[in-house]
């Protein structure tokens, strides 16, 4: 057979980067040969063993191998029964929160986020629908996926051509921008106030993320609580970024793969929880515009290696022109046929059985961890934690003075204190912040904290 020259690698895959593992592997991240490494920066909920996966989880699946009865190849976009239990546990989150919305507004109803009262109907006819979800998902609406990864790879495929555009977070999971790079898609980003728990700004007519829009422009991804800030957006401020999308008619990806890992809202000094934030799923807030929501087990439910992850379909308009779309979601399922069987059929027991208490365990270990690590962090000098955590696993600290890039403070005190975290930059942060994943015990952070404290003690000057 004819030479044919050398080997070539696609032109996509050439231009498909993972920012994170470029950074890293950019680095020196040899520690310090007498102390033992502490990791806070991947976000693995399981690595410290503090952390478990409730028991009845396990079990399903165990049951599942048993049963011999979950070996086949399930449909490409999930089978029938997982399907159906992911539909009712999305509708009973949307219950749930609009529970919370009604709590909080007849608790207090001046100040909070509460909607405006129509002025027709009774108060009482108000408190009833004022909360009441744009969304109901049923089985059809539901995508099973190798994990969320997966779920956001056919988002972003279904929804790109090359030379479109999407909007992300000036700040974000680099996965999406890995994704749009291999679709050729361009990707840009709007801004974030790290100074008031990093939402979104320049939504109004006019703003920097207005501007941003032009005919090309798809989607805006939306990731609450949100990877690597810790921030969680509520409800007042979904639905400014809801109204943006409707203007604009842009579909919403909405990241919720932390969703329901949110804390207390605390008092203002900082002691006890007084109630939850009101912080619903987005997709139950558009009315207008379709929302693809991407979900799974990896997270809340600490099985981040047993690759299951979901997309749920909205799509309020009329005559349901989103249809074409949820085609193609469903076409492009058949290229991977969804995640695994054993899984799948642990799916129902797992979303209906798993208890409230270890919701509320895993919920307040975080919560107390988070807390623990705002303080101590905030409290060096030299560093700055512009917005607390409320949910997720992760806080963004910011090296007051930018002596250090977030590379530099990275590789170094991985040198001199073996503590790891991951830089700013990996997420698209200008110079100077790093990330924490304080999924680590009190015990292992406090330790991190102090030899982080005493890095910056040496190296970095207060402000
Ligand atoms: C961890 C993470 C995911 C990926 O979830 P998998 O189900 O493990 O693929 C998606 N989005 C964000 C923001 C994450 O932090």
């Given at each position: 057979m004819e030479k044919r020259g050398t080997f070539k690698a696609s032109a996509a895959a050439l231009r498909t980067r993972n920012p994170i593992r470029e950074l890293i592997e950019g680095l020196d991240l040899r520690s310090h040969p007498n102390k033992q490494v502490i990791p806070l920066s991947i976000g693995d909920p399981t690595i410290f063993g503090n952390l478990r996966a409730a028991d009845v989880v396990n079990e399903a699946v165990v049951d599942a191998v048993r049963s011999g009865r979950a070996n086949g190849y399930p449909p490409a976009v999930g089978t029938e029964v997982a399907r159906e239990a992911v539909a009712k546990a999305a509708n009973t989150a949307i219950e749930e929160a609009a529970r919370v919305a009604r709590r909080l507004s007849s608790r207090h109803t001046s100040g909070g986020p509460t909607p405006d009262k129509p002025r027709n109907g009774t108060h009482r006819d108000w408190a009833q629908t004022a909360f009441t979800s744009a969304a109901h998902y049923e089985k059809r609406d539901v995508i099973l996926a190798s994990g969320a990864s997966h779920a956001l790879d056919l988002c972003f495929s279904a929804l790109l051509d090359p030379e479109d555009n999407v909007l992300l977070p000036s700040l974000s999971f680099p996965l999406y921008e890995t994704i749009c790079a291999y679709l050729g898609a361009e990707v840009r980003r709007y801004p974030l106030d790290p100074e008031r728990g990093w939402q979104a700004t320049g939504l109004e007519p006019g703003g920097a993320t207005d501007r941003l829009v032009d005919e090309r422009t798809v989607c805006i991804v939306v990731n609450?609580?949100?990877?690597?800030?810790?921030s969680v957006y509520e409800r007042k401020h979904l639905q400014d970024i809801v109204e943006f999308a409707e203007r604009h008619r842009l579909v919403i990806l909405a990241d919720e793969i932390y969703g329901g890992m949110v804390f207390h809202r605390r008092h203002a000094d900082g002691s006890g929880p007084v109630g939850p934030l009101d912080?619903?799923?987005?997709g139950c807030l558009a009315r207008n515009v379709p929302v693809l929501t991407v979900d799974g087990l990896a997270k809340r439910f600490l099985v981040p290696g047993w690759r299951m992850g979901w997309i749920l379909i909205h799509d309020p308009t009329p005559d349901q022109q989103f249809s074409v779309i949820r085609r193609a979601l469903e076409g492009l399922s058949?290229?991977?046929?969804?995640?695994?069987s054993l899984v799948q059929a642990a799916l129902p027991v797992i979303l209906s059985k798993t208890s409230r208490e270890w919701y509320e365990h895993v919920r307040t270990t975080l919560a107390r961890q988070a807390q623990f690590a705002y303080e101590k962090l905030s409290s060096i000098?030299?560093?700055?934690?512009?917005s607390p955590p409320h949910g997720a696993m992760y806080v963004l600290v910011c090296l007051r003075n930018n002596h250090m890039s977030g590379l530099e403070f990275v590789q170094r005190l991985m040198a001199e204190e073996s503590v790891l975290v991951l830089p700013g930059e990996c997420f698209g942060?200008?110079?100077g912040y790093f990330r924490v994943t304080f999924c680590a015990p009190i015990d292992k952070l406090s330790e991190a904290f102090s030899r982080i404290a005493n890095f910056c003690d040496r190296h970095l000057r207060a402000a």
């Open positions: 609450n609580p949100m990877n690597p800030t810790g912080a619903p799923p987005i058949m290229k991977i046929l969804g995640p695994n000098r030299g560093l700055h934690v512009p942060a200008p110079p």
